[in-house]
C-alpha cells in the first residue's frame, strides 16, 4: 500500500496552461505539505495544511493555489505556467509531534512537470 | 527567519572511508534536525533525526552529533558504501508536541558518492 501518492508522476504542457497535482495519503496523518524540487535539487516548502487548514504559505506567486478537501487529500494546482515553474514537486504528510513520533515527512514519488 | 547552511555540497570518498556532511542554522527556538537521503529519482527518506535535548544520535553505521551553542549539527557515515551514494539534506525545524512540526527549512543537500 502506497502511503503518500501523488498524480500525475509526469506531466509536460505548454507554458500558460493550467494544471493540477493530485496528492493522498492513507497514514492517518494531520499535516500535509507541498515542497518544490529545482534542478539544483534545492527542497523548498510550499505550502503547509494541518487538518484542512492553511497553516505554512510560504513566499509563492499566487497562480499556485493549494486545496485541501479533507485530511487526507491535499492538491496542487497552478495557473498560466511559466518556464519556471519545471520541478519536480513532492507531496508529503507528517504526524503530530509526541514523545513517540518524531514529526517525520513521508514524501509521495514526485509529480516532474516540465513546462514547455 | 530559519537559514541552513549544509557543506559540502558534493564529497567522494572510497568504499570503507568514512563521510561527514556539515549543516549550521540560524535560529536557536530551533529543536529538530533530520537528515534525509535521496536516492537518484526517488523520494528523500528520513535516515535519522535528532532533538535539541540530545547531543548525539547513532544508528548502525550513521550518527548524529548537535552543538547547540554552535548551532551546527553533522551527520557521520562510517564504512560507505556504494549504496549509501545518494544527495543528503539535513534541515532544521521548530516543533513542539501535541502540533505539529512546523516549517522544515532543508539545506541545500551534498551529493555523496561512494567509490568502489
Known amino acids: 500500500d502506497t502511503a503518500v501518492s501523488q498524480t500525475p508522476k509526469y506531466l509536460v504542457t505548454q507554458m500558460g496552461n493550467d494544471k493540477s497535482i493530485k496528492c493522498e495519503q492513507n497514514l492517518g496523518h494531520d499535516t500535509m505539505y507541498w515542497y518544490k524540487q529545482d534542478s539544483k535539487k534545492f527542497l523548498k516548502i510550499m505550502f503547509s495544511y494541518n487538518n484542512k487548514e492553511l497553516i505554512i504559505n510560504e513566499t509563492v506567486p499566487n497562480r499556485f493555489s493549494p486545496k485541501s478537501p479533507d485530511k487526507a487529500h491535499l492538491n496542487l494546482h497552478i495557473n498560466s505556467l511559466e518556464l519556471g515553474d519545471s520541478a519536480v514537486y513532492f507531496c508529503?504528510?507528517?504526524?503530530?509531534?509526541?514523545?513517540?513520533?518524531?514529526?517525520?515527512?513521508?514524501f509521495g514519488e514526485g509529480s516532474r512537470l516540465t513546462v514547455l | 527567519g530559519e537559514n541552513v547552511e549544509q557543506h559540502p555540497s558534493t564529497l567522494s570518498v572510497q568504499e570503507g572511508d568514512s563521510a561527514v556532511i556539515k549543516c549550521t542554522y540560524s535560529d536557536s527556538a530551533s529543536n529538530y534536525f533530520p537528515w534525509y537521503k535521496q536516492e537518484l529519482g526517488k523520494r528523500p527518506q528520513l535516515i535519522i533525526d535528532?532533538?535539541?535535548?540530545?547531543g548525539e544520535k547513532k544508528d548502525q553505521r550513521i550518527a548524529v552529533t548537535l552543538n547547540k551553542t554552535a548551532k551546527h549539527f553533522s551527520l557521520h557515515i562510517t564504512e560507505t558504501q556504494p549504496e549509501d551514494s545518494a544527495v543528503y539534506f539535513c534541515a532544521a525545524s521548530i516543533g513542539w508536541d501535541g502540533g505539529s512540526q512546523g516549517n522544515l527549512i532543508f539545506g541545500k543537500g551534498t551529493k555523496l558518492s561512494v567509490k568502489p
Open positions: 535528532i532533538r535539541s535535548n540530545v
Open positions: 508529503a504528510s507528517s504526524p503530530r509531534l509526541s514523545g513517540s513520533s518524531t514529526g517525520e515527512l513521508f
